[in-house]
Structure formats: structure tokens, C-alpha cells
């Protein structure tokens, strides 16, 4: 697989901008899905704890 991206790659100039774009397409989704599974998953359960003890702390709830 790598040595016939890398023969398109030498191909032409109109061939090794699409595997350019390819690759860049593929990193992109994979540090969209990195940041939302160590980022914004860990933000989401923390968030969540800090709501639930600042309802325990209202003086309103019984």
C-alpha cells in the first residue's frame, strides 16, 4: 500500500496533490477523534461531577 501511494506520489503533480489531500484528510479525523476521546470526554465527566456538588451545596435542594 505504501510503495503505491508512493509511486502516485511520483506519478504526476495532479496525483500528489490527491494523496497530499488524502493524507491531510485522514490525520484531520484522526485529531478530531483524538481530541474528542482524551479532551473533551474527561472535560465532559469532570463538568458533569462539578454540577452534581454544586446542586448538593444549594441551599434550596433538600
Do not use: C, Q, W
Request: aromatic residues 4%; positive net charge; proline residues 5%.
Amino acid at each position: 500500500m505504501l510503495s503505491l501511494v508512493k509511486n502516485k506520489m511520483k506519478s504526476d503533480r495532479g496525483a500528489l496533490n490527491t494523496v497530499e489531500t488524502l493524507l491531510l484528510l485522514a490525520l484531520s479525523i484522526f485529531a478530531v477523534l483524538a481530541v474528542a476521546t482524551y479532551i473533551m470526554k474527561p472535560l465532559e465527566k469532570s463538568a458533569e461531577g462539578i454540577g452534581l456538588e454544586i446542586e448538593k451545596m444549594d441551599p434550596r435542594h433538600p
